[in-house]
């Protein structure tokens, strides 16, 4: 089993930044791709960022790409992300996801995260 802990959510202006962070305990983290999801009301859950056991490679969708920054610090058990140039869209419940590959799709994790509320104001 792998435990997984969000923090970092909270209230952001447009144009803002957000840094995340996911603690990882249990199993050996660096076992684990990681990855981000975020979920809307009324919408399903979406890929943010993914990245590799040793943090080599890292995937993003276009609506995110160039604007967030997955990374993860082995030692610590963590993974992060961080956030720029908000957008009012970007508002949803974030999540962080384990899996033993890097994937895109939420079915290819394993172990997910109770996850951290983003509300970014226009």
């Known amino acids: 089993q792998v435990q997984l802990e969000e923090t970092g959510g909270g209230l952001v202006q447009a144009g803002g930044s957000l840094r995340l962070s996911c603690a990882a305990s249990g199993r050996t983290f660096s076992n684990y791709a990681m990855g981000w999801f975020r979920q809307a009301p009324g919408k399903e859950r979406e890929f943010v960022a993914a990245i590799s056991r040793s943090g080599s490679s890292t995937h993003y969708p276009d609506s995110v790409r160039g604007r967030f920054t997955i990374s993860r610090d082995n030692a610590k058990n963590t993974v992060y992300l961080q956030m720029n140039l908000l957008k009012p869209e970007d508002t949803a419940v974030y999540y962080c996801?384990?899996?033993?590959?890097?994937?895109?799709?939420?079915?290819?994790?394993?172990?997910w995260g109770q996850g951290t509320q983003v509300t970014v104001s226009s």
């Open positions: 996801a384990a899996a033993f590959t890097r994937a895109v799709v939420a079915g290819a994790y394993d172990y």
